[in-house]
């Protein structure tokens, strides 16, 4: 069955910090794979995707890259700021089953200035 | 703004009491389904719809209704509230074409207390 696992939270970093969030997921088909951000208080936003093996996704200063072979799509940020403070998702559509999604349980990154 | 709008945003029930959580999306997008958000368990899906009239069970449906007999609005009812309901609920939609590309919409959400 598909899955996504990430790295569990509370991540806690100074501003300027390196960031990577980790996630692997597992899928039986060839799945599209993103990222969303949720603030507090806020609903999810999608902050970026790749829909195909070796495709890097950006926004934001935000990288991750599409990891057939470890089956991982990392999320990186080579400084972070206070603002970047929230809960990050990782998730999985797979092309076989349109109708779910499969997120991640979410990491919360707190950045301190 | 184009997007996910549901309501209410904050609703406090007693144990037993029913209520409906609105939500409605004004991009035409076919599909749409609702979230609950949990501490330490991310999302998990109560139900969804592929279209108008058509409906199905996610992974948590238990206690809770939904009907789709609009393409815009999704309505989730809760038959009778528990506390184990104590929630944040959130309404997603995409469009089932472009899934793959552009993700979900999701709405704000709803923080349900059940006391």
């Known amino acids: 069955g598909n899955s996504v696992t990430q790295m569990e939270g509370p991540v806690t970093l100074s501003e300027e910090a390196f960031l990577t969030i980790n996630c692997t997921y597992t899928?039986?088909?060839?799945?599209?794979l993103f990222w969303y951000v949720q603030y507090p208080g806020e609903g999810l936003q999608l902050l970026l995707k790749?829909?195909?093996?070796?495709d890097k996704g950006s926004n934001k200063g935000f990288e991750a890259t599409y990891r057939k072979e470890t089956t991982s799509f990392h999320l990186e940020k080579g400084s972070v700021q206070v603002s970047d403070s929230a809960v990050y998702f990782c998730?999985?559509?797979?092309?076989?089953?349109?109708?779910?999604?499969?997120f991640g349980s979410g990491t919360k990154l707190n950045v301190k200035p | 703004n184009a997007g996910v709008t549901q309501t209410p945003k904050f609703q406090v029930l007693k144990t037993g009491q029913s209520m409906t959580l609105q939500c409605a999306q004004d991009?035409?997008?076919?599909?749409m389904s609702w979230y609950r958000q949990d501490p330490g368990m991310g999302l998990r899906l109560i139900h969804y719809?592929?279209?108008?009239?058509?409906?199905d069970q996610g992974e948590v449906p238990n206690g809770y209704n939904v009907s789709r007999s609009t393409t815009e609005d999704f309505p989730l009812r809760l038959l009778s509230a528990a506390p184990s309901q104590t929630s944040v609920y959130f309404c997603?939609?995409?469009?089932?074409?472009?899934?793959?590309?552009?993700?979900?919409?999701f709405g704000s959400g709803t923080r349900l207390t059940v006391v």
């Open positions: 997603a939609s995409r469009d089932t074409g472009t899934a793959n590309r552009y993700g979900y919409t």
């Open positions: 998730a999985l559509s797979d092309l076989n089953n349109f109708n779910k999604f499969y």
């Open positions: 719809s592929v279209g108008a009239g058509i409906t």
């Open positions: 991009m035409n997008h076919e599909y």
């Open positions: 899928a039986t088909g060839y799945p599209s």
């Open positions: 790749a829909t195909k093996a070796d």
